[in-house]
């Protein structure tokens, strides 16, 4: 199952570091910039999905082999996956937002 989870996030994180290296090379138009966005949108609207699946995979873990309390380290790793999710929900909202302003924008030109 981790080889599943492993290769796509592997695939996405070097797609968006090679995103970030395009932002050194000048600034692109407004359909690009639309493009850029929706595919943002989708990740951002994605994530808390993934990270409440990888809290609920801790609530299954077996706390062995952690060097404090494993009982209290998983359930604080779990904490903070729910937290995360939670914090990316405005975050795809407000990408949705200028998502439909840019869309009337790349309409235009």
């Known amino acids: 199952m981790i080889e599943e989870?492993?290769?796509?996030l592997g695939r996405a994180a070097r797609g968006i570091s090679?995103?970030?290296h395009v932002s050194f090379q000048g600034l692109v138009d407004v359909h690009a910039v639309h493009s850029a966005v929706f595919q943002l949108d989708t990740v951002a609207g994605r994530l808390p999905q993934l990270?409440?699946?990888?809290?609920?995979?801790?609530?299954r873990a077996e706390a062995?082999?952690?060097r404090d309390?494993?009982?209290t380290t998983l359930l604080e790793a779990q904490s903070?996956?729910?937290g995360d999710a939670a914090?990316?929900?405005?975050v795809a909202a407000h990408l949705e937002r200028g998502l439909g302003q840019?869309?009337?924008?790349?309409?235009?030109n």
């Open 5 to 8: 989870l492993r290769y796509p």
């Open 18 to 20: 090679e995103a970030n």
């Open 51 to 59: 990270l409440g699946y990888l809290g609920r995979c801790l609530q």
């Open 64 to 66: 062995i082999g952690f």
């Open 69 to 71: 309390d494993p009982a």
């Open 80 to 82: 903070g996956l729910v």
């Open 87 to 90: 914090a990316l929900e405005p």
């Open 102 to 108: 840019l869309a009337h924008l790349a309409r235009r």
